[in-house]
């Protein structure tokens, strides 16, 4: 029942955009592998082979530490109403820091140079595969709404002691003690 193909096509393209969260998927060469959900609305397609979604603060950083150690990352969408799908993205991962060229770039041309209030990063995927397969045994859900909480939590944590210093503070290391190479004075691995 699974199909692969070696980039999005504009019918798989469609799927994504009526979506309304994916997974991500990273781990390093060791430790704990992790699944995150996120929603859609902070993700761009940019091509047939490379996604990008703006990443907000949270209270951990996996993937920014699995992609440094192997840059394997697996972006999943799986349809919750409507005819069933799961898709796919495999590829190599990378993070772009806030406040740099690549990030600036994308911030202006895929989301309009406004950048949410706890914006920490963006990852970009550059596809390899892409897979589908049936998606028979995932539930129907209706969506009810956006949850505010996280941009409340933002808003609050800016007021208080600061996101920066959260992030310094909750960002920097995986819960295996890898870097994530958050802020630049964090050593980039070469090779």
Not at 105 to 128: F, H, K, S
Request: glycine fraction near 10%; proline fraction near 6%.
């Amino acid at each position: 029942m699974a199909k692969q193909f070696p980039e999005i096509s504009p019918a798989l393209q469609e799927f994504i955009l009526r979506q309304r969260v994916f997974f991500t998927a990273s781990a390093a060469t060791t430790g704990r592998v992790n699944v995150s959900p996120r929603g859609t609305d902070m993700l761009r397609v940019l091509g047939p082979n490379a996604v990008v979604y703006l990443d907000l603060t949270g209270s951990g950083n996996e993937t920014a530490a699995h992609l440094r150690a192997t840059g394997r990352l697996t972006v999943m969408f799986c349809a919750f109403e409507g005819a069933p799908m799961i898709l796919r993205l495999y590829g190599a991962g990378r993070v772009l820091r806030r406040g740099g060229p690549d990030y600036a770039r994308l911030l202006a041309t895929e989301y309009g140079g406004t950048e949410p209030l706890g914006a920490r990063q963006m990852v970009l995927l550059d596809i390899d595969l892409v897979q589908t397969s049936c998606g028979f045994g995932v539930p129907l859900f209706d969506h009810a709404g956006e949850r505010p909480t996280l941009a409340r939590w933002a808003e609050a944590k800016e007021k208080q002691e600061g996101l920066e210093a959260y992030r310094r503070q909750k960002n920097t290391r995986s819960i295996d003690g890898l870097p994530t190479g958050l802020f630049e004075e964090d050593p980039v691995p070469v090779g």
